[in-house]
């Protein structure tokens, strides 16, 4: 990536060094042997990635600076960033990055009151409303902090200045703290040591940062965590960690130069911001015996919660492999590590991952090395930046976007090689409740939508993701207003819209629509959904959270066969922790709902039928409480009933509200919340992304019954299952919505592992419930049962696919529309390998 005269160029493990940005871009801090010097990498993952010197910090001038870079990237699409150093005393200075101009703004650096000439070891972090600078300082050596609410670092600081956050101190041994804040837990976690006690703190979000409003110091375990054997300095500070934004976990890894059973070590954290807590489990040994060389520890989380560790087998004396390993729940065991240089004569050190964001495709790791085939064993050292290393394909965390997947050239010879990344031919995902469906009643026949020919199934497009249609709640197949059926799919680089004309004759055809470049994440996570306006045009709405919660509006229209678009817009008041959104239309409201904040359900909403303007100036929260895990959300709408109908899970409780047509989606229309069912939708038992959001929904148009299919991942005989409700509806009074549900049933053969339900109705109100009978690690059928008024009894189950080792999951239907006579259009996706291919069914007849 670029060279330094000094071998320390990434020092410490503690401080941050690489972090990505709103735009995908990744930003590099080194020490380039004359400044702290700022890199910013484009194209990352590409073959040909390009890298520009954003600014040389003159004001950094030493290697003593030993900087701490923290990023946090916006819902308006910039990334505001944060570097620390203790050049003389300890200082902030903020900055912003924005990608529409690809420019950079800074404000002048900041002294933070109360540091001396004896700070070192800094680390910053912005909860969203503080900005917490935590550091060694004093003599002897004890951690201090001061905090202010000004971002830019300004004014405002604690009016009791820099205090004393350690209980204790060291004459020898500078603590080094590590800083992690999380939203989703709601709160802060402050690590260090004491000699060699490590130590951690919790302060909640709810708290200002007071010392008296720090949870107990909590000794979590001895170990010589400052020093490696060569007591050199980029080498101190040998223990990081990293909050996973999914589940709230708190990973915690450390080497350790002295005399303790582990080296490197692993522990598993459980954070309750309520009591200012940490459970700690014991140490977990990351491969054995204990290497007391080991040395600059780095860790990150990817979507599907895996844990990657990396670090360098020496201090770099002169001989040092950087090496990794992945952990999965529950934690409890390390596989053996991998060698990821694989060259010691490179002397390879000081391994950095940006532990501030959820990875996704691959990891972002700079290290310094001196004997590549490019810089040689001496001055200048190489910095490498190095995306070998796979992660699943999802980010949680904010910017969905930032780790995009690319042509795969995988090359390990030199450094000029490492620009690669092989794309995944799995993804391995956990988690992210599902999205808001919502019904558009185009339930009217609209010419021969569904006519039957001659039945089978087309393969509509291939993909290297194994999870090209996920969430199972949110909408991905859809018939247009001519017949043709409209799909939106995850293709490796971006969602993808595709049309298939014919669908249901002898020879159906496929064309791409277009590629949505916007939607560049498989986080995006899009729903999408159509009305049709007679037979002559189509109104769709793509909504997506790729960076906060957007939506798109277009116009199919069947005379020309075009489509037209319209500005895509950010929904207001929805931050970066927007996730699985929803859309629905009344015929004169855009509602849009989503997961937001802590884990709520929040609503925004609209009178402009394209979505660009009208909004409100901010979002409102839809559902009374968070929850632990984001809240599974279906939104279904019709016009016949006169409401729309919101579902969500907070926790396992299911819960619905009922809103007339004839009342604003102000939060005071709303009916109360009703309790449907308890029932873990949010997961099946095998984790996957794929798998979360187990529940759908729609209204039937005849008959007005709201229809609804779960899969239970805590139930081994409800899953799936299904259940239907009468809802009552009162213009005037918003307390009297509410919808009666009855008793839930099970459907086919339970298991707690069967996920991804799908729900159509026909014209005979002729419902049909399709699923995954596994979470689809390698082995999985789509089945389906069907059930008839009084839906008190489903059919007996049929094997569609009946064939586990193809690997069948994912099935999806147009549920926002009832089923013309003659056919079920079913998308799902099939392949034990990668390319996996998106197929069209077309076999199933309907009324």
Not at 237 to 244: G, L, Y
Not at 596 to 625: E, I, P, R, Y
């Amino acid at each position: 990536m670029t060279s330094s005269s000094n071998s320390a160029a990434l020092a410490l493990g503690t401080q941050r060094r690489v972090a990505s940005l709103a735009d995908g871009t990744v930003a590099v801090l080194d020490f380039d042997g004359s400044n702290t010097h700022l890199y910013q990498i484009s194209a990352a993952s590409s073959s040909s990635p390009s890298m520009t010197s954003v600014r040389q910090f003159s004001n950094m001038g030493s290697f003593y600076s030993l900087p701490d870079m923290h990023v946090v990237n916006n819902p308006d699409g910039t990334s505001d960033i944060w570097i620390a150093d203790t050049t003389t005393v300890t200082s902030i200075t903020h900055g912003r990055y924005a990608p529409a101009t690809n420019s950079w703004t800074w404000d002048a650096t900041h002294v933070v009151p109360g540091s001396t000439g004896s700070a070192f070891y800094v680390n910053v972090v912005w909860t969203g409303t503080r900005l917490i600078v935590a550091y060694n300082d004093g003599a002897p050596h004890a951690l201090y902090y001061n905090w202010t609410t000004d971002l830019t670092g300004a004014t405002g600081w604690s009016s009791q200045g820099s205090i004393q956050l350690s209980g204790g101190s060291n004459a020898n041994v500078r603590p080094a703290p590590v800083l992690v804040h999380d939203s989703s837990v709601g709160a802060t976690v402050c690590m260090y040591f004491i000699g060699t006690q490590v130590i951690s703190r919790v302060l909640p979000d709810a708290l200002s940062p007071l010392l008296a409003n720090w949870g107990a110091e909590q000794n979590v375990v001895t170990a010589g965590v400052e020093v490696a054997v060569n007591y050199a300095y980029p080498y101190f500070n040998n223990h990081n960690a990293a909050i996973d934004a999914r589940t709230g976990a708190l990973h915690y890894v450390f080497c350790d130069g002295g005399n303790g059973p582990v080296s490197p070590g692993y522990m598993l954290g459980k954070i309750t911001a309520g009591t200012r807590s940490i459970s700690w489990s014991s140490p977990l040994a990351i491969g054995s015996p204990p290497l007391r060389s080991a040395s600059s520890p780095a860790v990150a989380i990817d979507g599907s919660s895996k844990v990657y560790i990396f670090w360098a087998t020496s201090p770099g004396s002169g001989s040092s492999d950087v090496m990794y390993t992945i952990l999965t729940a529950p934690f409890t065991s390390a596989p053996a590590p991998t060698n990821l240089t694989n060259k010691p004569s490179g002397n390879n050190m000081q391994p950095h991952v940006p532990r501030g964001d959820t990875l996704s495709g691959y990891v972002p790791l700079v290290y310094v090395s001196a004997g590549t085939s490019a810089w040689g064993t001496s001055s200048p050292w190489a910095v490498v930046f190095d995306n070998t290393t796979l992660t699943a394909t999802r980010s949680s965390a904010d910017t969905a976007v930032r780790f995009r997947i690319a042509a795969p050239v995988r090359g390990l010879s030199d450094v000029h090689s490492r620009f690669s990344l092989v794309v995944p031919g799995t993804g391995f995902t956990a988690d992210a409740p599902a999205r808001f469906f919502m019904a558009a009643n185009s339930w009217r026949n609209v010419g021969a939508r569904f006519n039957v020919a001659l039945r089978g199934r087309l393969a509509v497009f291939a993909t290297p993701s194994n999870q090209a249609l996920t969430l199972p709640s949110q909408r991905r197949v859809a018939t247009l207003c001519d017949g043709s059926l409209a799909v939106l799919g995850w293709d490796g680089t971006s969602e993808h819209l595709y049309q298939v004309t014919n669908p249901g004759g002898s020879s159906p055809a496929v064309t791409s629509v277009q590629a949505l470049t916007a939607l560049n994440s498989f986080y995006a996570l899009p729903d999408m959904l159509i009305v049709n306006n007679g037979s002559s045009t189509s109104d769709v709405w793509i909504a997506d959270t790729t960076a906060v919660a957007a939506v798109q509006h277009g116009t199919y229209t069947a005379a020309t066969k075009t489509w037209s678009w319209d500005a895509r817009t950010s929904v207001p008041g929805s931050s970066g922790n927007a996730f699985y959104v929803q859309l629905a239309w009344t015929g004169t409201r855009l509602l849009c709902a989503y997961q937001d904040g802590s884990h709520a359900v929040f609503m925004n909403w609209t009178g402009t039928k394209n979505a660009t303007s009208g909004w409100g100036s901010t979002h409102f929260q839809l559902s009374a409480s968070g929850a632990n895990s984001r809240p599974v959300i279906v939104l279904v709408h019709d016009a016949a009933l006169g409401a729309t109908v919101a579902l969500y899970a907070i926790n396992n409780q299911v819960i619905s509200r009922l809103l007339p047509d004839a009342l604003a989606p102000n939060l005071s229309n709303w009916g109360p919340e009703v309790a449907v069912l308890s029932a873990a939708v949010g997961s099946a038992s095998l984790s996957g992304y794929a798998y979360a959001g187990n529940l759908v929904a729609l209204i039937d148009p005849a008959s007005l019954l709201v229809h609804v299919a779960f899969c239970d991942g805590s139930s081994a005989t409800r899953s799936p299952g299904y259940l239907n409700g009468t809802a009552t509806v009162d213009p005037v009074t918003p307390a009297n919505n509410v919808i009666h549900w009855n008793a839930p049933i099970a459907v086919g053969s339970a298991s707690a592992s069967n996920s991804s339900p799908a729900l159509a109705v026909d014209r005979r109100s002729k419902v049909f419930l399709f699923w995954a009978n596994s979470t689809g690690g390698a082995s999985s059928d789509v089945k389906y049962a069907t059930l008839m008024s009084p839906y008190s009894v489903a059919s007996g189950e049929t094997n569609l696919t009946n064939n586990a080792a193809g690997n069948n999951t994912q099935p999806h239907l147009p549920r926002s529309e009832v089923l013309g006579a003659g056919y079920v259009p079913l998308l799902f996706e099939s392949g034990a390998g990668n390319p996996f291919s998106v197929l069209l069914d077309t076999s199933v007849a309907a009324g």
